[in-house]
């Protein structure tokens, strides 16, 4: 049997009907906490602009404040979207909590959508397929409100062909962090007090593009995505593997994410899952990730066939049942994906069937909080 991969977390700060954005942002720093004496190896912050539900909108400031609740799990961001922020913007962000926190930043960078200006749709998959026991569902083309999106770009100051400037961007947040960036203007450089800190930095895609193909180009560490793009999830990790050189790291290094839900109960795990069709309906609509619904108000059907259809992708790959269940779905991911490393997520109404998903978790796949010590911290 293949050994169990480390899992890591990856956290929106979501906030359910009934709660505030701050206390989703406090549910998130004690989430933290408890994924350090569980185990995880990794605390990681998704980046999500102008969602109800969400209060995830500022990883950067956010994890200064994870950092200090916390002593030694790995922190960072999955991903931080470059073509919101200057390069250099993106560095001295990072620095100052690697400056503080020596040893446990990882920046995560993905890719802005290609035409600066909306989101792009993901391609349009064939049918679903099974692969080993892991299922590659169809994925299908959702309106996005285009309106909403060119206003967001604008607050956000994004622009047509910022994605373009991904590969030079990666490149001078390399260089800014090592200490070899050579501005045009011939002037030195030095990106304080970000230069010469212990940061790693990997690139997170979707597909089989230009972040798969660059962080293996650059011996980069890559982030897949199965839990929002699972139909081209092993197309991602094989681009990569394939255009990888060592850099960075000497081998390749693969994180692959999916969502999870665990519960005590398969029954109710499947009660605490309810209002997730809503709510992912709510971000391809367009209007944002809306609060998430309470179990006892959600349809169990909530849509008619076609709408339905638009999330069916998402509900198919969610992973919801008692502990046992959910291992298996995971063991399957990581071994069809050969991932190095597992990247789990978890929505639900309350804060506290969250945690708990997350304990259960840990315990049935056997993580052991000492193992996920720093080095220097076990030497001490």
């Known amino acids: ?27 998130t720093i004690e989430l933290a906490r408890v994924a350090e004496r569980l185990g995880y190896r990794r605390f990681w912050l998704a980046e999500h602009h102008l969602n109800p ?10 994890l200064a ?41 990882d920046l995560g960078i993905g890719r802005s959508g290609s035409s600066g200006a909306a989101a792009t749709p993901p391609p349009v998959a064939g049918a679903a397929r099974v692969v080993d026991g892991l299922l590659l569902p169809a994925a299908k083309p959702f309106a996005f409100d285009a309106a909403r999106f060119t206003a967001q770009a604008r607050l ?21 962090i090592a200490g070899g960036y050579a501005a045009p203007e011939g002037v030195p450089i030095h990106a304080t007090p970000a230069e010469g ?57 693969v994180i692959v994410s999916a969502d999870v839900l665990v519960a005590d109960t398969a029954s109710e795990a499947e009660r605490l899952g309810r209002g997730y069709a809503e709510w ?6 367009g209007q944002g990730a809306i609060a998430y619904p309470r179990p006892e108000d959600a349809l169990v059907e909530p849509f008619e066939p076609d709408l339905l259809d638009v999330v069916a992708d998402r509900l198919d790959t969610r992973f919801v049942g008692d502990p046992d269940a959910v291992a298996e779905r995971l063991a399957t991911l990581q071994r069809v994906t050969a991932a190095d490393e597992l990247l789990v997520t978890t929505i639900a109404h309350d804060p506290r069937d969250r945690v708990r998903s997350f304990e259960l978790l840990a315990e049935v796949w056997g993580l052991d909080a000492a193992a996920e010590r720093p080095l220097e911290a076990a030497r001490s």
């Open 65 to 105: 404040a994870i950092a200090a609740a916390t002593e030694r799990i790995r922190i960072g961001t999955a991903a931080t979207i470059i073509g919101n922020y200057a390069a250099l913007q993106v560095v001295e962000a990072s620095g100052v909590v690697a400056a503080l926190h020596p040893g446990r930043l």
């Open 280 to 285: 992912v309906h709510s971000i391809r609509a």
């Open 197 to 253: 800190q212990d940061i790693q930095v990997w690139l997170h895609g979707s597909t089989a593009g230009i972040s798969a193909e660059l962080a293996g180009r650059l011996g980069l560490p890559f982030g897949a995505n199965y839990h929002v793009a699972g139909s081209f999830v092993l197309d991602a990790v094989d681009a990569y593997r394939r255009a990888f050189r060592p850099g960075a790291l000497d081998e390749p290094r």
């Open 1 to 27: 049997m293949t050994d169990r991969a480390p899992l890591s977390i990856l956290d929106l700060s979501p906030f359910g009907e009934g709660s505030t954005p701050g206390q989703g942002l406090r549910d």
């Open 156 to 176: 956000l100051r994004r622009a047509a062909g910022d994605a373009d400037r991904f590969e030079q961007d990666v490149l001078d947040i390399l260089a800014l």
């Open 53 to 62: 539900g969400v209060a995830g909108a500022a990883p950067h400031v956010l």
